[in-house]
T-cell receptor, first 113, second 113 residues
Framework: DTGVSQDPRHKITKRGQNVTFRCDPI?????LYWYRQTLGQGPEFLTY????????KSRLLSDRFSAERPKGSFSTLEIQRTEQGDSAMYLC???????????FGPGTRLTVL | TQLLEQSPQFLSIQEGENLTVYCNSS?????LQWYRQEPGEGPVLLVT?????EVKKLKRLTFQFGDARKDSSLHITAAQPGDTGLYLC?????????????FGTGTRLLVSP
């Protein structure tokens, strides 16, 4: 299967802990996106990479959030000092720069207790 | 600011019925995509439309992009229980300058046998 993969699928943590999620995009895709989805809502854009460069960050991405794509392949999203309001589904998507079709991974469901 | 409004928000129908879901905006989109999402999973891309007035068919699903590229519709003929899910429209706004997807509010469809 050459789709987008995300790890872990589920994460339960206590408030104040740090968490890190990983996304592996479709191998030939040079663009990678992170979105957040809360219950009953559509996904909201967080940040976007073209190759290893982070080109845009949403205002939703507070200082506690950091994303990296060090070699232009997989990406990580870290949340420091988690808060209950961070509980959500974190989705990763990838696309080719030449085609605006984004393919999503299965998501990581974060629950902050 | 929610740029894309979907209607209806929830639809419960019997197997064999037809239905239409609408996605409306006051903004112009360079492309618009429809996704279907199952509980606990990421959105799955159904179709991308890019040209005003474009119509695309995917088996029993018919997608249309408005002439002014501000709205779209999804029509399902003879709905089946397997069509149950959350339908999301998402577009790239011509003013954002990059490929961020803006998602609609979603339409939750339930098809009963």
């Amino acid at each position: 299967d050459t789709g987008v993969s995300q790890d872990p699928r589920h994460k339960i943590t206590k408030r104040g802990q740090n968490v890190t999620f990983r996304c592996d995009p479709i191998s030939e895709h040079n663009r990678l996106y992170w979105y957040r989805q809360t219950l009953g809502q559509g996904p909201e854009f967080l940040t976007y990479f073209q190759n290893e460069a982070q080109l845009e960050k949403s205002r939703l991405l507070s200082d506690r959030f950091s994303a990296e794509r060090p070699k232009g392949s997989f990406s990580t999203l870290e949340i420091q000092r988690t808060e209950q309001g961070d509980s959500a589904m974190y989705l990763c998507a990838s696309s080719l720069a030449t085609l605006n079709e984004q393919f999503f991974g299965p998501g990581t469901r974060l629950t902050v207790l | 600011t929610q740029l894309l409004e979907q209607s209806p928000q929830f639809l419960s129908i019997q197997e064999g019925e037809n239905l239409t879901v609408y996605c409306n905006s006051s903004s112009v989109f360079s492309s618009l995509q429809w996704y279907r999402q199952e509980p606990g999973e990421g959105p799955v891309l159904l179709v991308t439309v890019v040209t005003g007035g474009e119509v695309k068919k995917l088996k029993r699903l018919t997608f249309q992009f408005g002439d002014a590229r501000k709205d779209s519709s999804l029509h399902i003929t003879a709905a089946q229980p397997g069509d149950t899910g959350l339908y999301l429209c998402a577009g790239v706004n011509v003013n954002t300058g990059f490929q961020k997807l803006v998602f609609g509010t979603g339409t939750r469809l339930l098809v009963s046998p």
